[in-house]
C-alpha cells in the first residue's frame, strides 16, 4: 500500500486541504503524509480547530497520527479500520465546530456503528466557515438525499471571541452513498428561515434580524416564514446569527446565512443574509455555492453519475475537485450553461 502525499500549499492552500485529505486517506485506509499545511493563509499551520478536526478523524478510525501540535505544518496520518461508536472532541477556542463536522462526516459514512459526537468549547456561528444552522438546515437534509442520515443538536451557540459552543451529532453510517441528481432549479415551494440571539432579547436582535431579511426579500417578490430564537444556552458569550433555505418541487435546498458582529447592526445581519439566498435564486442554482464544495467528496465516493449546477467556480470548489480527483482517482466535468457552472461526476 503506498503513502498519499499532499502539498497542502497547492491551489487555496487553506485548510479544506487538510480536512479533505484526512477524511479521504481515512476512507481509503491509506497512509497520508500532508505537507505546506494552510501554507496560503496567516498564521500557517495548525490552529486549534484543525488540529481537533485531525485528532477527531484519529479517534474515528483509530489512526496513529505524528506532527500533530499546533502550528505545525506537516503530519503523517495513519487511519485503522472507521470504527464509529460515542467520541469527544473539544477545540478549547471560538475555532468552528461546523468546519471540524466538515471533517468527520464523510468518515462516518463509512464506519463500523453509529457514531455519537459531543464537540463543546467552539464557535457555532463565527467568520468564514458555515453556521452551525446552515449544516442543520442545508447541508444535512442534502446528505440525508444521498443517503447519509445525520441529526445535529445546539446545546450551547458560541462566537466569537469566546467560543463555547456545544454541540451533538448523531450519524448512521450507510457504507454507499447514493448519486445527487440536482439537474434543475425547478419551481420554488417556500423560503424559510431562524434567526438567533444570544443574551440580546433586550435589544430585539433576533427580531430585528428576522424582519430585516423578510422586508428584503419582498422588496424582490420573495415571502419568507423566518422563526425567532431568543438563546440563553451561552452566558459567557453574546452573539447572533440568521440562516435562510429555499426548497423548490425539484428537492432542490438552496441556504445564505450571516452572522452578528461587534458593529453590526440586525439589519445589517437580516440584509445580508436575504442577499446570499437571493443571489442563488435569481441564478436558479441547485446547489449553493458553499454547498457546492462540500458536496465534492461525497460525488466522489459516491457510485453513479452525479450532477449539479452551481453559480460560481470558488476557490474552495476548484480546490476540492482537484484534491478529490487526486486521491480517488475519478474525473468530475465542468461545464459552463448559460450563467451556471453544471457540475458533473461519473
Known amino acids: 500500500m503506498g503513502m498519499l502525499r499532499i ?24 497512509e497520508l ?22 485528532l477527531t478523524a484519529a479517534k474515528l478510525c483509530n489512526a496513529e497520527v505524528k506532527g500533530a501540535e499546533l502550528g505545525a505544518e506537516e503530519l503523517w ?30 468518515l462516518c459514512a463509512y464506519a463500523k456503528r453509529d457514531v455519537y459526537l459531543n464537540v463543546s468549547k467552539g464557535g457555532t456561528d463565527v ?14 437534509p442534502t446528505l ?22 456545544d454541540i451533538s451529532l448523531s450519524v448512521q453510517p450507510c457504507r454507499r452513498l447514493k448519486p445527487l441528481k440536482a439537474k434543475e432549479f425547478g419551481k420554488l415551494q417556500e423560503v424559510r428561515g431562524l ?26 417578490g420573495y ?23 429555499a426548497k423548490t418541487d425539484r428537492d432542490v435546498i438552496l441556504g445564505g446565512d450571516a452572522i452578528g458582529e461587534l458593529r453590526k447592526t440586525s439589519e445589517v445581519v437580516g440584509h445580508e ?22 458536496l465534492i467528496p461525497y460525488l466522489g465516493l459516491a457510485e453513479g453519475e452525479s450532477i449539479y449546477l452551481t453559480r460560481s467556480m470558488t476557490e474552495h470548489l476548484d480546490t476540492n475537485i482537484w484534491l478529490t480527483e487526486k486521491i480517488l482517482g475519478v474525473k468530475f466535468g465542468i461545464e459552463r450553461v448559460g450563467n451556471l457552472y453544471r457540475i458533473r461526476r461519473g
Not at 485548510?15 to 491509506?30: D, F, P, Q, W, Y
Open 223 to 245: 415571502r419568507a416564514e423566518v422563526d425567532v430564537l431568543y438563546d440563553t444556552s451561552n452566558p459567557l458569550q453574546k452573539g447572533s446569527s440568521l440562516i435562510l433555505w
Open 7 to 30: 502539498d497542502g500549499g497547492e491551489k487555496s492552500g487553506s485548510g479544506t486541504i487538510l480536512r479533505l485529505s484526512v477524511a479521504l486517506a481515512a476512507i481509503l485506509n491509506e
Open 77 to 106: 496520518f495513519k487511519p485503522n479500520e472507521i470504527t464509529g461508536g460515542e467520541l469527544e472532541a473539544e477545540i478549547g477556542t471560538a475555532g468552528s465546530i461546523p468546519m471540524l463536522l466538515l471533517t468527520i462526516l464523510p
Open 144 to 165: 440525508g438525499k444521498m443517503g447519509l442520515e445525520a441529526s445535529l443538536k445546539v446545546h450551547a451557540f458560541g462566537y466569537y471571541p469566546i467560543g463555547m459552543g
Open 273 to 294: 443574509a436575504a442577499e446570499n439566498l437571493l443571489k442563488e435564486l435569481r441564478a436558479k442554482s441547485t446547489v449553493d455555492v458553499h454547498l457546492a464544495d462540500m
Open 195 to 220: 434567526s438567533v440571539c444570544t443574551f440580546l432579547k433586550e435589544k430585539k436582535v433576533a427580531e430585528r434580524q428576522a424582519r430585516a431579511t423578510k422586508e428584503h426579500l419582498e422588496v424582490h
Open 33 to 54: 503524509h500532508i505537507y505546506n499545511i494552510r501554507k496560503r493563509r496567516s498564521p500557517s499551520g495548525l490552529r486549534p480547530q484543525h488540529l481537533e478536526a485531525v
Open 127 to 140: 467568520r468564514n466557515a458555515p453556521t452551525i444552522n446552515y449544516l442543520q438546515y442545508v447541508l444535512l
